[in-house]
């Protein structure tokens, strides 16, 4: 996920250089997010200074190696009015590697292959709200708490997800998965019309 418009935040408040930028950034976000590695961070601020939203100072310090310091252009507090007056779209849509194992599990026909993955899942999200839940608790900053309570949302609406995939694909006793894998047989590479069973046939069988 790109972070340039937040650093562009940060410096707008006042001049900074990158190991402080990274220590605000964390601060501001909260324990949700992780840590900023500090080389993408100055890959960022490269970024912005060659699109000349930022400008860098280079400093020199009489022991250490020289400090470079950043500071926000006209162009760069035009571009972060801009990013706040738009609404943020999902940047990575509703692609999800949980809803890849669903969709394989399911497909497999296996109860017990689609119990194992849901199962799996919630414990992990189980885990994953009780962290949210006492980083949230102990947080003084109410910007973190806030972000926090939007993670736990999350987490919240995936474990409703779980239950979802739980009622649809395990509630009928195994109906739906043997219709699912069926149906993915049918469609497997290499199957011609000629291999597959006449409706005719099918239904006189039946």
Do not use: C
Request: aromatic share 4%.
């Amino acid at each position: 996920m790109a972070i340039q418009h937040a650093v562009l935040a940060l410096l707008a408040r006042g001049r900074s250089h990158g190991y402080e930028l990274k220590g605000a950034f964390e601060a501001a976000v909260g324990p949700q997010w992780g840590p900023l590695n500090i080389g993408h961070l100055y890959q960022i601020l490269d970024r912005l200074s060659r699109d000349g939203l930022v400008l860098a100072e280079r400093q020199p310090q009489p022991v250490k190696p020289d400090r470079v310091v950043y500071e926000i252009t006209e162009g760069g507090r035009a571009e972060l009015d801009r990013w706040l007056s738009e609404p943020s779209p999902r940047s990575g849509g509703f692609r999800d590697d949980f809803f890849l194992k669903v969709t394989s599990a399911a497909r497999s026909g296996s109860p017990e292959t689609v119990r194992l993955v849901l199962a799996n899942q919630r414990g992990h999200l189980m885990r994953e709200l009780r962290n949210l839940d006492g980083s949230r608790r102990h947080a003084d900053d109410p910007v973190v708490r806030l972000l926090l309570s939007a993670a736990i949302r999350h987490v919240e609406a995936d474990l409703a997800f779980v239950d979802d995939a739980e009622a649809a694909l395990l509630a009928d006793g195994g109906v739906t998965l043997a219709g699912l894998a069926a149906a993915a047989g049918e469609g497997r590479p290499g199957r011609s019309a000629a291999d597959r069973p006449d409706d005719g046939a099918a239904r006189a069988a039946s």
